[in-house]
Nanobody
Framework: QLQIVESGGGLVQPGGSLRLSCAAS????????IGWFRQAPGKEREGVSCISASSDYTNYAASVRGRFTVSRDNAKKTVYLQMNSLKPEDTAVYYC??????????????????WGKGTLVTVSS
């Protein structure tokens, strides 16, 4: 059974860090690009980052570039999102998603086939 499960969310103070994990199972996760998305209260979902199947391509939204880093360990079937220098505007539910190809087009969700259920990140003092 295909599963995508995010973890690592929580409450953090501004300027702090969190590392999100995305554990995938039930499909050949190492063959597909994985994207991170987020949806803040009252806002539309937006793309945050994407990493290609072999980690040779990464992309970030302008709002997080330089603060967030995406990585993956295909042997562990896990993708990570290291989030540093967090700001209150980073507060959102963060979703991990599997694209249908080895590469993704920027941070678009256009080629996403499977979604996780999300993990909540709250940045507040």
């Amino acid at each position: 059974q295909l599963q995508i499960v995010e973890s690592g969310g929580g409450l953090v103070q501004p300027g702090g860090s969190l590392r999100l994990s995305c554990a995938a199972s039930g499909f050949a996760v190492g063959a597909y690009a994985i994207g991170w998305f987020r949806q803040a209260p009252g806002k539309e979902r937006e793309g945050v980052s994407c990493i290609s199947a072999s980690s040779d391509y990464t992309n970030y939204a302008a709002s997080v570039r330089g603060r967030f880093t995406v990585s993956r360990d295909n042997a562990k079937k896990t993708v990570y999102l290291q989030m540093n220098s967090l700001k209150p505007e980073d507060t959102a539910v963060y979703y991990c998603a599997a694209h249908r190809y080895r590469y993704c087009s920027g941070t678009s969700s256009r080629t996403v086939d499977y979604w996780g259920k999300g993990t909540l990140v709250t940045v507040s003092s």
